[in-house]
């Protein structure tokens, strides 16, 4: 079953060309690609699966064609309020607020934990009086509640008959999602730079020291960066330098070598420092990034990379212009630098996990998710081995294989340039 909290797999891209496909003329306020990112962007604020959220607006709203009770202007994408043919239901004051509004009751099926956001739900506060909050962490067990019957009565005779047939409100709403991801992703392959700032902890012209070790840190979160970006497909030089004679050194060095590569893209990763909050105040001091103007290429990077982070709980100080930055005046590529957190803030180490902060950076430089070893595919339900099938057929198993060696030296030397490529290997003996 698909949960109702979790990171989204579909794309802005593919979810905007199923709407499109359906509807060539959705009532909505902008292009349906920034509509789409919308959706995406503002369920995540709540941990909400934005693409399902959308598969539920499309279902809700006729593929945004608004023919029902509930109209355009109402900014109402999933019936909130709408108890009947006459009973038009809640009005929100622009697209963004009824998708908060929405994702925010989705939020509240799934879970009992708080809003991370104020709450815009009217009826948020109904499911948490009646206890109807967290009775439903999956998708499929909303007909009932999100929508009652829940399914069509001339069809079946309970609610449960559709259940079984995979038929009932929220088993349609993932046939929805399906048909989305059948859209083929748009994914261009990108090559970027990728540093970590300063030499490396110990030598001259090192990192910030606090909490955290710049140095130490930068290292750590471009090794994960750029692991995950060729796990992606995407080209990726590393352009670190660790051990320059002094400051000047070590930026010319790490500039020569981002200069060398024809580029998409120079990404710079550093840690902050100067917040001095050593007790914990209770707040972050938060991520931003630099770009050299306010006309640079890399500034949508940079907005959608603080944008990602401050999805992990951090302050997002935003996007700041510097042309005396040296990495950013010299580099012949568009080129962000990544002020990642501050290291002498102790609500900003406390909350700093470098994987998850990796991946934030990879989705907000490519808009793609990296899919863990071990996790299902997209729309894939979890099946364990040898389970049966819906149909009774058996669950298949596909594996990857790089290659076959009769020297076991030669399989060593493949499993490490996988290795070292971003990939998990092991060998077996066949």
Request: a neutral charge; hydrophobic letters at 35%; aromatic letters at 8%.
């Amino acid at each position: 079953m698909t949960k109702i909290l979790g990171e989204s797999v579909a794309t802005a891209e593919q979810m905007a060309a199923y709407l499109l496909s359906i509807n060539p003329a959705p009532k909505i306020s902008m292009e349906a690609k920034d509509f789409c990112q919308l959706y995406l962007d503002v369920a995540a604020k709540e941990g909400v699966r934005g693409d399902v959220l959308f598969a539920q607006s499309c279902k809700e709203t006729g593929n945004f064609s608004f023919m029902g009770t509930v109209k355009a202007n109402q900014n109402n994408f999933a019936g909130l309020g709408t108890t009947d043919k006459e009973t038009p239901g809640a009005t929100f004051p622009n697209e963004k607020t009824g998708i908060l509004a929405q994702a925010q009751h989705a939020k509240a099926y799934a879970t009992t934990e708080p809003l991370s956001c104020p709450c815009v739900d009217s009826r948020y506060g109904l499911l948490v009086k009646y206890g109807k909050a967290g009775t439903a962490q999956h998708w499929e067990e909303l007909g009932g509640k999100w929508a009652v019957p829940g399914y069509d009565t001339k069809r079946y005779g309970s609610l449960d008959a559709a259940d079984i047939a995979q038929d009932s409100y929220g088993y349609q709403i993932i046939r929805i999602l399906k048909k989305i991801l059948e859209f083929r992703k748009e994914e261009k392959a990108m090559r970027i730079n990728v540093h970590a700032g300063h030499n490396a902890d110990g030598r001259p012209a090192c990192g910030a020291i606090g909490f955290l070790r710049e140095s130490t840190e930068a290292r750590r979160m471009k090794d994960a960066v750029i692991g995950m970006l060729r796990q992606l497909g995407h080209t990726v030089y590393d352009c670190t330098v660790d051990d320059a004679a002094g400051v000047s050194g070590n930026l010319s060095q790490i500039v020569g070598k981002c200069n060398a590569h024809e580029v998409d893209l120079d990404v710079s990763i550093h840690f902050n420092s100067g917040a001095g909050d050593a007790s914990g105040n209770g707040n972050t001091t938060g991520t931003e990034a630099y770009v050299y103007s306010a006309s640079s290429k890399a500034k949508a990077y940079a907005e959608k990379v603080c944008a990602a982070i401050a999805g992990l709980g951090f302050r997002n100080r935003g996007v700041k212009y510097s042309t005396g930055l040296y990495v950013l005046r010299n580099t012949k590529s568009p080129a962000v630098l990544v002020e990642c957190c501050f290291v002498d803030d102790r609500d900003d180490a406390q909350l700093y996990d470098c994987q998850k902060m990796a991946k934030a950076i990879v989705y907000g430089i490519t808009g793609q998710r990296v899919q863990e070893a071990g996790q299902p595919d997209a729309g894939q339900e979890t099946v364990a081995p040898g389970e049966e099938t819906a149909v009774g057929g058996k669950k298949q198993l596909y594996r990857v294989q790089v290659g076959a060696y009769a020297v076991k030296g030669n399989a060593d030397a493949t499993m490490a340039k996988l290795k070292a490529a971003g990939f998990d290997a092991i060998i077996v003996n066949a």
